[in-house]
């Protein structure tokens, strides 16, 4: 399936952004957080996700946009079910909110959990951490099209590593795979517990290739050590990756999974609820703190809220249940 939602982040945004602001604005004067409130994050205390959720909660409690208690609440375990469960549980309370990523769509999918995404309230799309495929420094492999001739030429010939079979990483490169006319399912893949791990093997020479995030791949790339020669990403992105070519560029239409960030609210809770928390959101992703955590990382911003938002799930879950189709994945 030919992914539209990755093709229209960036006019949808800069378009509607200000006519979302100022509907979500009005909507929220009838509401505000009156309780303490819970921000979910589905992974442990220290990691990225958990970092931007205690800058969101931060940046409320400082600019008052909050004045009732905010609390981070990591909970890790279930292949970050736990955290989804918590939030189904919370159901028509607005003052708990999950820090989602895009596991969700994966455990729905793979029937990991009986938990729907559209049972929770879409509030808004964060950022997201592209995917892109590593090659060690001194590879032969100068870009995707060689690597995917070498792959044409001798299936077995590249291993690729990763830390989540079914993941977003394998589903990106999954995706960038089938595009170029070849079996994904016939992929090399070599499992790792960390991209840590992932990466001293690639340095170590191996394995040929490591599939992951932006953020993931970041440090051993700037020590020199690895080279990026793909990104799943539905434009060329600046600053440290302006160098680094799409799989579009690159002959393959692989924009339709990512490694996605954003706010979830319960299910049942009103329209008024959603509109303060879209509002409050989109007054903390313009403060210089959380650009500066995006740039550092480089991360794309890429804001959405309310209908925009659920209708850009809806794509992006289409795409994520048609590639995981393709390796045999969803569950019967």
């Known amino acids: 399936m030919k992914s539209r939602h990755a093709q229209v982040i960036a006019v949808t945004a800069l378009l509607l952004a200000p006519l979302w602001l100022g509907q979500t604005a009005a909507q929220a004067q009838g509401w ?10 589905p992974t442990g205390a220290g990691g990225t996700n958990d970092v931007m959720a205690r800058l969101i909660q931060q940046t409320f409690q400082a600019t008052k946009l909050v004045t009732t208690p905010i609390v981070v609440l990591n909970k890790a375990g279930g292949n970050q079910n736990l955290a989804t469960v918590h939030l189904v549980q919370n159901k028509g309370n607005p ?7 895009a596991t969700i769509f994966t455990n729905e999918i793979a029937g990991l959990t009986k938990d729907k ?5 879409p509030i808004a799309l964060l950022l997201v951490d592209y995917s892109v495929v590593t090659v060690k420094a001194d590879s032969p492999l100068k870009s995707m099209r060689e690597l995917v001739a070498r792959l044409k030429a001798d299936p077995g010939s590249i ?3 990763l830390v989540s079979r079914g993941g977003p990483n394998h589903l990106a490169l999954a995706q960038a795979i089938r595009a170029a006319g070849l079996d994904p399912k016939a992929l090399r893949l070599v499992v790792f517990k960390t991209n840590a791990e992932s990466m001293t093997a690639l340095i170590g020479g191996h394995i040929q ?5 932006v953020s993931a791949a970041l440090p051993q790339v700037e020590a020199g050590q690895t ?17 680094v070519p799409t799989m579009r560029e690159e002959g393959m239409n692989a924009t339709g999974i990512a490694n996605w960030r954003g706010i979830l609210g319960a299910g049942g809770i009103s329209s008024a609820q959603a509109a303060f928390w879209s509002n409050a959101l989109a007054k903390a992703v313009v403060t210089d703190e959380w650009k500066k955590q995006l740039e550092e990382n480089s991360v794309a911003s890429e804001f959405i809220s ?19 189709s393709d390796l045999g994945l969803v569950a019967k």
């Open 32 to 41: 505000r957080p009156d309780r303490p409130v819970e921000i979910i994050v």
């Open 95 to 101: 003052h708990v909110l999950l820090y989602s990523t």
């Open 117 to 121: 995404y559209t049972d929770l309230t």
């Open 159 to 161: 291993s690729f590593g």
């Open 209 to 213: 290739a490591v599939v992951s995030s």
């Open 227 to 243: 080279r990026m020669v793909g990104i799943a990403a539905p434009r060329r992105q600046s600053g440290k990756l302006a160098q």
């Open 306 to 324: 309310g209908e925009a938002f659920r209708k850009w799930l809806a794509e992006a879950y289409e795409d994520t249940r048609s590639v995981m």
